[in-house]
């Protein structure tokens, strides 16, 4: 079974554009989180959907927002992006028979100039 | 205070010695506790899980949870140079249902 993929792998974009990230779960998995990683701050919990609604959020801005489509692949999208946004973003699925465990993609590394 | 603490290392240990990570949690609700590993420039994969008091071994890794204290370790027995990677913590929060990770402990195996 494939694992979690992320696309792209790389990004570099400078302060005041957006950015959409893409995230396609393990086969069968409904529930997608994203995470934020960075050096500082370690990994931090951004937001969770299932079955298209955002079930959960983080503590961060209204500049960051997701979505999941009907065959559960999902986006985020930052806007107006700020140097501090540079980061490793991470997407998980999970599994319907074990909800909290989570399967972490490859990651997308975001640097913002 | 942050929510899951992990002291951040590095903890150095040679080639067959047991690796004790620890870590401690805030939320006294959280029910459902993850060890995950990551390799520098990688991403975490999970390790083992743990709900309830006590051990929980699983190959070389032993888990072990203590809700009064608040406390959840993970012991590596024989670590081997492959097991150099940080350990990330982690805790479902019993209100949020929001996984809260540690920042981590960088594990180095010495040859």
């Known amino acids: 079974k494939a694992g979690v993929t992320q696309t792209p792998r790389y990004l570099i974009k400078t302060r005041g554009q957006q950015v959409t990230l893409s995230c396609s779960p393990i086969?069968?998995?409904?529930?997608v989180s994203w995470y934020q990683q960075t050096p500082g701050q370690g990994l931090q919990f951004l937001f969770e959907?299932?079955?298209?609604?955002?079930?959960n959020k983080g503590n961060f801005p209204g500049r960051f927002s997701g979505r999941q489509f009907s065959n559960s692949r999902s986006e985020m999208n930052v806007s107006t992006l700020e140097l501090g946004d540079s980061a490793l973003y991470l997407c998980?699925?999970?599994?319907?028979?074990?909800?909290?465990?989570?399967?972490f993609g490859p990651g997308t590394r975001l640097t913002v100039l | 205070q942050k929510e899951v603490e992990q002291n951040s290392g590095p903890l150095s240990v040679p080639e067959g010695a047991i690796a004790s990570l620890n870590c401690t949690y805030s939320d006294r609700g959280s029910q459902s506790f993850f060890w995950y590993r990551q390799y520098s420039g990688k991403s975490p994969e999970l390790i083992m899980s743990?709900?309830?008091?006590g051990d929980k071994e699983d190959g070389r890794f032993t888990a072990q949870l203590n809700k009064a204290s608040q406390y959840v370790s993970l012991l590596i027995r024989d670590s081997q140079p492959s097991d150099s990677a940080t350990y990330l913590c982690?805790?479902?929060?019993?209100?949020?249902?929001?996984?809260?990770f540690g920042t981590g402990t960088l594990l180095a195996v010495q040859p």
């Open positions: 998980a699925s999970s599994p319907p028979s074990s909800t909290d465990t989570q399967y």
């Open positions: 959907y299932f079955s298209e609604t955002q079930r």
């Open positions: 086969s069968g998995h409904r529930s």
């Open positions: 743990i709900y309830s008091n």
């Open positions: 982690a805790a479902l929060g019993g209100a949020t249902n929001k996984l809260i």
